[in-house]
Each structure stands twice: as structure tokens, then as C-alpha cells.
């Protein structure tokens, strides 16, 4: 198991977002995390989405059970249940607002590592708004990673 140089326990935000290289952002996840870490796997859903059109992105041709906010999220929570890491939760973000309350679930529940994807560059929102990592890499307390 991967500590990363520390002995403490921490708690690690892992923000999907219905792409594909959420796989790598659950696999970053197994790897940075050890068994005493508590998980906390944030799905960001964009409001014009359906739940089902959002969870539909993780399921594969062998998955046997229908597309539910449940199912899905039992599906990587035993992931980690299979590396020893236990303390594993599930939160849904839905609103437009998403980086504020990303940073603010962080903050409220004293997360000390966000792991999350970089959005595609020179997007016209970006140009305007500014990234989504870059928002949490310069506004969150903890400590990010981004993935690439």
C-alpha cells in the first residue's frame, strides 16, 4: 500500500464527472489511498443531465444490474472494500455551482486530498469562467492532484 510519505490517516475527495478518464481518477484514487483513509467519491452531475444518462458512462458490457445512482456507486465503493479501505462514501453534486461547493464539501468535512481531472483546454467557458481545477487547485484548502 502507497502512503506517500505520511502516517496519518486522511480523507481524499475523488471528484468524477461522467468521463471517460474517471477510470484513472478512481485508479489514482486505489493507489494514493491505505486502508485507514476515509474515501469520499464525489459525482458531479451537470443539472441538464439525467442521472441516468450521467451513470450510464460507468457501466460495461459485463454489468448485470440496471443504471442507478446506487448500483454505481456500490460498483466503485467495492473497489476500494477490495483494497481493505472500508470507510468509503458517496456524495452527488448537481448544480451549476459545483466548484464553489466542491471546495465547500472539502472544507466542511476537513478533507485533506481532492483528486480530480483536468477539463479540456481553450473551451470558450474556460476563456471566461475559468477551469474547474484551476478553481479548485487556487480555492480549496486541501491539497489537489490534478490527472491528466
Not at 451537470?46 to 450510464?56: I, M, V
Amino acid at each position: 500500500q502507497s502512503t506517500w510519505g505520511r502516517e496519518n490517516n486522511m480523507k481524499i475527495a475523488i471528484l468524477v464527472d461522467g468521463t471517460e478518464r474517471d477510470t484513472k481518477l478512481i485508479s489514482k484514487g486505489l493507489e494514493v489511498a491505505s486502508s485507514q483513509d476515509e474515501i469520499f467519491l464525489c459525482f458531479a452531475i451537470n443539472p441538464g443531465k439525467s442521472d441516468e444518462s450521467f451513470f450510464s458512462c460507468f457501466q460495461t458490457s459485463n454489468d448485470q444490474e440496471p443504471i442507478t445512482e446506487d448500483n454505481i456507486s456500490k460498483k466503485f465503493v467495492t473497489q476500494f472494500h477490495e483494497k481493505g479501505i472500508n470507510n468509503c462514501k458517496v456524495t452527488i453534486f448537481q448544480s451549476e455551482e459545483g466548484k464553489q461547493e466542491l471546495c465547500t464539501f472539502a472544507q466542511n468535512n476537513s478533507i485533506d486530498f481532492v483528486i480530480l481531472g483536468k477539463g479540456k483546454p481553450g473551451a470558450m467557458s474556460n476563456l471566461i469562467f475559468g477551469s474547474f481545477s484551476d478553481f479548485i487547485v487556487n480555492n480549496s484548502n486541501a491539497n489537489v492532484l490534478v490527472v491528466h
